[in-house]
Nanobody, 122 residues
Framework: VQLQASGGGLVQAGGSLRLSCAASGRTFSSYSMGWFRQAPGKEREFVSAIYWRFGTTYYADSVKGRFTISRDNAKNTVFLQMNSLKPEDTAVYYC????????????????WGQGTQVTVSS
């Protein structure tokens, strides 16, 4: 699986961005997908996930109510709509297929691809 995240940028606090992650492979629709982020000097952390079936979603408490994950299986793409952005959302954002779906724990496969930088200024 090859993954390419895009849509990041510089935005002021309170602004919005929409991230996209295009995946290769014919079996994309059978994978649950997740977004993770890594801020400078910090470990990578879970942000959100969408189940492969039924569209069930899950969010980290820090983004609940502000971020929305969705997917378009026809386009092999998963999205992350980010509203009301805060400076603490600044990080490199990655998408990855989920190997273990066990809320609140989500173990991704080790397929990261290139992330996209999100910078939120105060």
């Amino acid at each position: 699986v090859q993954l390419q995240a895009s849509g990041g940028g510089l935005v002021q606090a309170g602004g919005s961005l929409r991230l996209s992650c295009a995946a290769s492979g014919r079996t994309f629709s059978s994978y649950s997908m997740g977004w993770f982020r890594q801020a400078p000097g910090k470990e990578r952390e879970f942000v959100s996930a969408i189940y492969w079936r039924f569209g069930t979603t899950y969010y980290a408490d820090s983004v609940k109510g502000r971020f929305t994950i969705s997917r378009d299986n026809a386009k092999n793409t998963v999205f992350l709509q980010m509203n009301s952005l805060k400076p603490e959302d600044t990080a490199v954002y990655y998408c990855a297929p989920i190997e273990v779906w066990s809320p609140p724990d989500f173990k991704p496969y080790d397929y990261w691809g290139q992330g996209t930088q999100v910078t939120v200024s105060s």
